[in-house]
Protein backbone atom coordinates (compact mmCIF):
# COMPACT_ATOMS: atom_id res chain seq x y z
CA UNK A 1 0.00 0.00 0.00
CA UNK A 2 1.44 3.23 -1.01
CA UNK A 3 0.27 6.28 1.79
CA UNK A 4 0.04 9.37 0.78
CA UNK A 5 0.77 12.31 2.91
CA UNK A 6 -0.04 15.43 3.96
CA UNK A 7 2.11 18.35 4.35
CA UNK A 8 5.39 18.15 6.80
CA UNK A 9 3.93 21.36 8.63
CA UNK A 10 1.78 21.13 12.23
CA UNK A 11 -1.43 22.16 11.29
CA UNK A 12 -2.87 24.38 13.65
CA UNK A 13 -5.52 22.58 14.95
CA UNK A 14 -7.45 21.67 18.13
CA UNK A 15 -8.15 17.89 17.06
CA UNK A 16 -5.93 15.77 16.27
CA UNK A 17 -8.63 13.94 14.17
CA UNK A 18 -8.55 16.73 12.03
CA UNK A 19 -4.85 15.59 10.80
CA UNK A 20 -6.07 12.12 10.43
CA UNK A 21 -9.34 13.54 8.52
CA UNK A 22 -6.49 15.52 5.70
CA UNK A 23 -4.47 12.09 5.51
CA UNK A 24 -8.13 10.20 4.53
CA UNK A 25 -8.76 13.02 2.37
CA UNK A 26 -5.41 12.95 0.74
CA UNK A 27 -5.57 9.15 -0.04
CA UNK A 28 -9.43 9.94 -1.15
CA UNK A 29 -10.70 7.18 1.15
CA UNK A 30 -14.19 6.64 2.14
CA UNK A 31 -14.77 8.21 5.55
CA UNK A 32 -17.14 9.27 7.92
CA UNK A 33 -16.95 11.57 11.15
CA UNK A 34 -19.96 11.98 13.16
CA UNK A 35 -18.04 13.82 16.08
CA UNK A 36 -15.14 15.20 17.15
CA UNK A 37 -13.91 11.78 18.80
CA UNK A 38 -14.49 9.25 16.22
CA UNK A 39 -13.06 8.99 12.85
CA UNK A 40 -13.42 6.02 10.14
CA UNK A 41 -11.93 4.83 6.77
CA UNK A 42 -12.23 2.25 4.38
CA UNK A 43 -8.03 1.79 3.54
CA UNK A 44 -8.23 -0.32 0.66
CA UNK A 45 -4.80 -3.42 0.49
CA UNK A 46 -3.31 -6.21 -0.76
CA UNK A 47 -5.14 -8.48 1.62
CA UNK A 48 -8.46 -6.77 2.17
CA UNK A 49 -10.57 -3.64 2.57
CA UNK A 50 -9.55 -2.47 6.31
CA UNK A 51 -12.09 -0.57 8.99
CA UNK A 52 -9.95 2.04 10.45
CA UNK A 53 -10.86 3.69 13.17
CA UNK A 54 -9.79 6.17 15.37
CA UNK A 55 -10.97 7.64 18.72
CA UNK A 56 -10.16 10.47 20.36
CA UNK A 57 -10.33 11.23 24.43
CA UNK A 58 -9.72 14.75 24.96
CA UNK A 59 -10.09 14.37 28.92
CA UNK A 60 -6.88 12.06 28.73
CA UNK A 61 -5.10 13.43 25.58
CA UNK A 62 -5.42 9.80 24.48
CA UNK A 63 -5.61 9.00 20.17
CA UNK A 64 -6.33 5.14 19.53
CA UNK A 65 -6.12 3.70 16.48
CA UNK A 66 -8.21 0.52 15.61
CA UNK A 67 -7.82 -1.22 12.34
CA UNK A 68 -10.71 -4.23 12.18
CA UNK A 69 -9.88 -7.03 9.82
CA UNK A 70 -13.17 -8.78 7.82
CA UNK A 71 -12.25 -12.18 9.25
CA UNK A 72 -14.08 -13.40 11.97
CA UNK A 73 -13.02 -16.05 14.59
CA UNK A 74 -15.65 -19.17 14.38
CA UNK A 75 -15.48 -20.39 18.54
CA UNK A 76 -13.65 -23.83 17.61
CA UNK A 77 -10.74 -22.22 16.47
CA UNK A 78 -10.81 -19.42 19.19
CA UNK A 79 -8.08 -21.10 20.83
CA UNK A 80 -5.54 -21.44 18.23
CA UNK A 81 -6.36 -17.75 17.33
CA UNK A 82 -5.61 -16.46 21.39
CA UNK A 83 -2.14 -18.43 20.72
CA UNK A 84 -1.49 -17.09 17.49
CA UNK A 85 -1.97 -13.72 19.05
CA UNK A 86 0.08 -14.36 21.83
CA UNK A 87 2.84 -15.29 19.21
CA UNK A 88 2.26 -12.21 17.20
CA UNK A 89 1.98 -9.43 19.80
CA UNK A 90 5.30 -10.58 21.40
CA UNK A 91 7.23 -9.80 17.83
CA UNK A 92 5.60 -6.28 17.80
CA UNK A 93 7.38 -2.76 18.79
CA UNK A 94 4.24 -0.78 18.88
CA UNK A 95 0.41 -1.63 19.05
CA UNK A 96 -1.15 -5.51 19.66
CA UNK A 97 -3.64 -7.46 17.52
CA UNK A 98 -6.71 -8.68 19.64
CA UNK A 99 -9.81 -10.83 18.95
CA UNK A 100 -13.06 -9.60 20.57
CA UNK A 101 -15.16 -12.24 21.90
CA UNK A 102 -18.53 -9.95 21.04
CA UNK A 103 -18.79 -10.07 17.30
CA UNK A 104 -15.67 -12.67 16.79
CA UNK A 105 -13.37 -9.52 15.19
CA UNK A 106 -10.21 -9.62 15.07
CA UNK A 107 -8.64 -6.01 14.61
CA UNK A 108 -5.01 -4.34 15.41
CA UNK A 109 -5.00 -1.53 18.10
CA UNK A 110 -2.60 1.60 18.92
CA UNK A 111 -2.72 3.98 21.29
CA UNK A 112 -1.09 7.45 21.42
CA UNK A 113 -0.49 10.13 24.26
CA UNK A 114 -1.07 14.16 22.73
CA UNK A 115 -0.77 15.95 25.73
CA UNK A 116 -2.50 19.27 25.97
CA UNK A 117 0.58 21.28 24.76
CA UNK A 118 1.28 19.38 21.70
CA UNK A 119 -0.83 18.89 18.20
CA UNK A 120 -0.72 15.75 15.70
CA UNK A 121 1.50 16.57 12.82
CA UNK A 122 0.88 15.28 9.81
CA UNK A 123 4.05 13.19 10.09
CA UNK A 124 3.02 11.29 13.23
CA UNK A 125 -0.39 10.86 11.79
CA UNK A 126 1.00 9.22 8.85
CA UNK A 127 2.78 7.08 10.59
CA UNK A 128 -0.15 5.85 12.88
CA UNK A 129 -2.17 5.14 9.79
CA UNK A 130 1.05 3.12 8.22
CA UNK A 131 1.59 1.35 11.46
CA UNK A 132 -1.93 -0.03 11.62
CA UNK A 133 -2.08 -0.91 8.36
CA UNK A 134 1.35 -2.01 7.95
CA UNK A 135 1.35 -4.34 10.89
CA UNK A 136 -2.45 -5.73 9.66
CA UNK A 137 -0.78 -6.16 6.02
CA UNK A 138 2.33 -8.10 7.34
CA UNK A 139 0.47 -10.92 9.92
CA UNK A 140 -3.18 -11.15 8.15
CA UNK A 141 -1.75 -13.99 5.88
CA UNK A 142 -0.84 -15.48 9.79
CA UNK A 143 -4.86 -15.36 10.79
CA UNK A 144 -5.62 -16.82 7.57
CA UNK A 145 -3.50 -19.93 7.66
CA UNK A 146 -4.94 -20.68 11.11
CA UNK A 147 -8.45 -19.99 10.48
CA UNK A 148 -8.56 -21.78 6.68
CA UNK A 149 -5.57 -23.39 6.39
CA UNK A 150 -5.31 -25.88 9.38
CA UNK A 151 -1.84 -24.70 10.45
CA UNK A 152 -1.29 -24.17 13.97
CA UNK A 153 -0.32 -21.05 15.28
CA UNK A 154 3.48 -21.53 15.20
CA UNK A 155 3.42 -23.20 11.79
CA UNK A 156 1.44 -19.91 10.75
CA UNK A 157 3.68 -17.09 12.48
CA UNK A 158 6.63 -19.13 10.90
CA UNK A 159 5.35 -19.69 7.21
CA UNK A 160 4.35 -16.26 7.31
CA UNK A 161 7.98 -14.45 8.45
CA UNK A 162 10.15 -15.86 5.72
CA UNK A 163 12.19 -13.23 4.30
CA UNK A 164 12.25 -13.38 1.08
CA UNK A 165 15.86 -12.76 -0.88
CA UNK A 166 16.21 -11.41 -4.34
CA UNK A 167 13.93 -9.89 -6.86
CA UNK A 168 11.88 -11.42 -9.23
Known amino acids: MTLTQTQDTVLELSNPLDAIEALFEA?????????NEEITAIVPSGWCDYQLRFFWR?????????N?????VPSAKRASICETLALINERLWMGHFESWTDGDALLYRHATYIDE????????????????????DRFYPVFQFVLWAGKSPAEAVEAAMLDTVGSA
Not at 68 to 72: R, V
Open 68 to 72: MFDLK
Open 117 to 136: DSQLSPNHAHALVQTAVGES
Open 27 to 35: NEWTFERDS
Open 58 to 66: EQEGVLQAV
